[in-house]
């Protein structure tokens, strides 16, 4: 079996990440973006406009994808925000503690001081307890921000740390 290893994504990784973040999508239940978002939308956002994004492969397969940008334009750009998907069938296998670990150093690498989370959703706890364990602070919680396709409003986290 080989590693998991992590590279920058181009163009021509669009096709596996659409097949990543396609689910995540239209489930509706942790990522802030319409259900019913169509491919090539989906592609210029994750891959476009201040996005650096990066795609995980183990086996020379697309197994998670993730990008990180800066949080705010300004005097905020010294903050980094990421975004992360991984594959369905790769769930459970530590993709996204590699992709998180990888995108702090990445960020650091590029001048970031600290990596924020703007809007966590509350209800997917695995997310919020793995960023806890790389040393994220809940600095902040949003009442009832979230419109989850399930369980109604749910709150919404913001999560800090220092890099």
Same mark, same amino acid.
């Given at each position: 079996?080989?590693?998991?290893?992590?590279?920058?994504?181009?163009? %021509? %990784?669009?096709?596996?990440?659409?097949?990543?973040?396609?689910?995540?999508? /239209?489930?509706?239940?942790?990522?802030?973006?319409?259900? !019913?978002?169509?491919?090539?939308?989906?592609?210029?956002?994750?891959?476009? *406009?201040?996005?650096?994004?990066?795609?995980?492969?183990?086996?020379?397969?697309?197994? *998670?994808?993730?990008?990180?940008?800066? !949080? #705010?334009?300004?005097?905020? &750009?010294?903050?980094?925000?990421?975004?992360?998907?991984? &594959?369905?069938?790769?769930?459970?296998?530590?993709?996204?503690?590699?992709?998180?670990?990888?995108?702090? %150093?990445?960020?650091?690498? /590029?001048?970031?001081?600290?990596? #924020?989370?703007?809007?966590?959703?509350?209800?997917?706890?695995?997310?919020?307890?793995?960023?806890?364990?790389?040393?994220?602070?809940?600095?902040?919680?949003?009442?009832?921000?979230?419109?989850?396709?399930?369980?109604?409003?749910?709150?919404?986290?913001?999560?800090?740390?220092?890099?």
């Amino acid at each position: 079996m080989t590693a998991l290893s992590i590279r920058p994504a181009t163009s %021509d %990784d669009a096709e596996a990440i659409w097949a990543i973040i396609e689910p995540v999508i /239209r489930a509706g239940d942790v990522f802030a973006l319409p259900r !019913n978002m169509v491919r090539d939308d989906a592609i210029a956002y994750w891959l476009g *406009g201040d996005h650096i994004p990066f795609i995980a492969e183990e086996n020379d397969e697309i197994i *998670g994808s993730y990008y990180i940008r800066p !949080n #705010q334009m300004g005097g905020g &750009a010294h903050v980094a925000n990421a975004g992360y998907a991984t &594959a369905q069938a790769a769930t459970g296998r530590g993709v996204a503690r590699a992709m998180c670990l990888d995108s702090l %150093d990445e960020a650091r690498g /590029r001048g970031f001081r600290a990596m #924020q989370f703007n809007f966590v959703v509350s209800s997917n706890v695995r997310a919020a307890a793995l960023w806890r364990s790389l040393g994220f602070a809940e600095v902040g919680r949003l009442p009832g921000a979230f419109d989850h396709p399930a369980l109604g409003s749910v709150d919404a986290l913001v999560m800090w740390r220092a890099l």
